[in-house]
């Protein structure tokens, strides 16, 4: 892509997309058991409904908060060990962008990696044509290239951004998102945003030469001797945890032998802003000694419920209030199924710190952590109650031959979709037909997650979806485009499990 080049697709450039994408190397994945949706109905990302709705977002006078990002060559300092990766502004995590509601987000991204990029806003029910899938909704960002997204900012909360090209999310390249409300209501003195992330690139492998290494010898090697059944509460993710063995865990960028440490004062709430930005790896996490209360996750507002240890699935956030004690005391996540665990000190004033986080880890690994899907959403964001007007099965299933992972029995066809129209209620029956646990993503909406009984629960955009369980969701088909629903196991999308939620016209 050339420097300066649009933010949106002409229709001759979305059908060369269309034919080409799957010589593209993106984050691989999914179809369904519906019929191909006929790309001539397609409302795709340079439609004119695009802008129309867009324009609906846009209130007078709403301010433009611009940003710069550079996408580049690194290093990244593991306790004293520097490591090569790639990353936003030469660090790991990147530099969070702050905004409010309503403003109009503009972020110039200058591409100096070696290879092709995007950026996807995780969790926004954003424009379309902003979306960051290459294929999809824009072209890739060519070495030496330049991208505009603009966009209004439809809601608060808890987010982030990564690349949506290839195994680039499971290298450095990932940021906190925080969308401020103007009308909140949760009463806290500070923030920490925690980012939880699973570390290999640079140890004499990276994340593309793990991919290959799955696809030509199948499962990695790993040590199920911690793992357990799904019918155990203190195992939700049944037997088997994750594919790739990692050397390192990582805390806002820093290992536990070199932990970062956030000083406050005894009695101060603190509101802590969780991000797993894992490629492989879900986290619990917990703070010994101190509750949490759970206030938000992914974004959205749930009625609050204290927990001692929470678990946080890729691409799942979680909003929680503590009370600083009056002693310094580690917060320590714990990778499920995994050795080894990453802490951040939280100091409480300068006093020593209470406790080992070794012991917290041991003590963690016999608790049943929360899943905060089965918590429920504040009355102004709970969806209604109505009737599907539609609903797709998505059936999750692998891996197959050479490390495929499929929906409905197919890898990702950006040509294929799951057809809605706007205005509908839609539903989505995720079944795992699989022995690995999937946390599944949609992009452009939040959904509401039923309980065993059909009630509504939290309203998310990423669920987790057990092992030969089935989590059924809910949405309104209010932002028209071509949006992806994936598993955010990246090895498990690049390798088939991402299918399209495809708008269609009347």
């Not at 799942?316 to 503590?322: F, K, L, P, T």
């Not at 037909?433 to 059909?454: C, E, Q, R």
């Amino acid at each position: 892509m050339s420097t300066g080049m649009s933010a949106r697709l002409g229709r001759r450039e979305l059908l060369r997309l269309g034919m080409t994408a799957a010589a593209v190397g993106v984050l691989a994945s999914c179809t369904k058991n519906t019929p191909r949706a006929a790309t001539s109905q397609r409302i795709n990302p340079d439609s004119p409904r695009i802008a129309a709705v867009e324009a609906t977002r846009r209130g007078p006078g709403a301010a433009v908060r611009q940003f710069a990002l550079n996408a580049g060559p690194t290093e990244l300092d593991l306790a004293g060990t520097r490591v090569p990766t790639w990353a936003y502004g030469g660090r790991v995590p990147g530099q969070e962008i702050r905004v409010r509601r309503g403003e109009i987000l503009r972020v110039r991204t200058v591409n100096n990696l070696p290879a092709p990029t995007t950026v996807h806003w995780h969790g926004l029910a954003l424009r379309n044509d902003m979306d960051g899938v290459p294929g999809l909704t824009q072209s890739e960002i060519a070495p030496n290239g330049v991208f505009d997204y603009e966009f209004a900012v439809p809601h608060a909360g808890t987010y982030w951004f990564h690349p949506h090209v290839g195994t680039q999310i499971d290298r450095g390249l990932y940021a906190p998102l925080i969308i401020e409300d103007p009308d909140e209501r949760t009463a806290y003195d500070e923030e920490l945003v925690v980012a939880l992330d699973d570390w290999i690139d640079g140890t004499g492998t990276d994340p593309d030469q793990v991919l290959d290494g799955l696809r030509t010898k199948g499962m990695a090697p790993m040590d199920h001797s911690m793992m357990s059944m799904g019918a155990d509460p203190t195992a939700p993710l049944g037997m088997d945890a994750g594919d790739v063995t990692y050397p390192y865990y990582l805390i806002n960028g820093r290992v536990a032998a070199d932990p970062q440490s956030a000083t406050y004062r005894a009695g101060q709430r603190v509101r802590l802003r969780i991000v797993n930005a894992g490629g492989d790896t879900a986290f619990r996490l917990s703070i010994p000694g101190v509750p949490m209360t759970v206030t938000h996750t992914d974004g959205f507002p749930v009625q609050p419920y204290q927990a001692d240890t929470v678990l946080v699935t890729m691409g799942e956030r979680v909003d929680a209030i503590i009370t600083i004690p009056g002693s310094s005391v580690p917060l320590v996540a714990v990778p499920e199924g995994k050795k080894g665990f990453a802490q951040l000190i939280l100091r409480s004033g300068d006093t020593p710190v209470r406790g080992r986080a070794e012991d917290a880890a041991m003590l963690m690994k016999s608790q049943v952590p929360l899943d905060t899907a089965t918590l429920t959403a504040t009355g102004e964001v709970q969806l209604t109650r109505r009737e599907p007007n539609v609903t797709h099965d998505v059936r999750l299933a692998g891996p197959g031959e050479k490390y495929t992972w499929t929906i409905n029995g197919k890898t990702y066809d950006p040509q294929d979709g799951l057809p809605v129209r706007e205005g509908q209620r839609v539903r989505l029956r995720f079944i795992n037909d699989s022995m690995m646990f999937h946390p599944m993503h949609l992009h452009g909406h939040t959904f509401a997650v039923h309980d065993a009984k059909g009630a509504f629960r939290a309203r998310k955009d990423t669920v987790l979806v057990a092992p030969m369980k089935t989590v059924e969701v809910d949405f309104d088909a209010d932002n028209p485009g071509q949006w992806l629903t994936h598993c955010h196991n990246i090895y498990h999308g690049e390798t088939g499990m991402m299918a399209v939620v495809s708008y269609m016209r009347d």
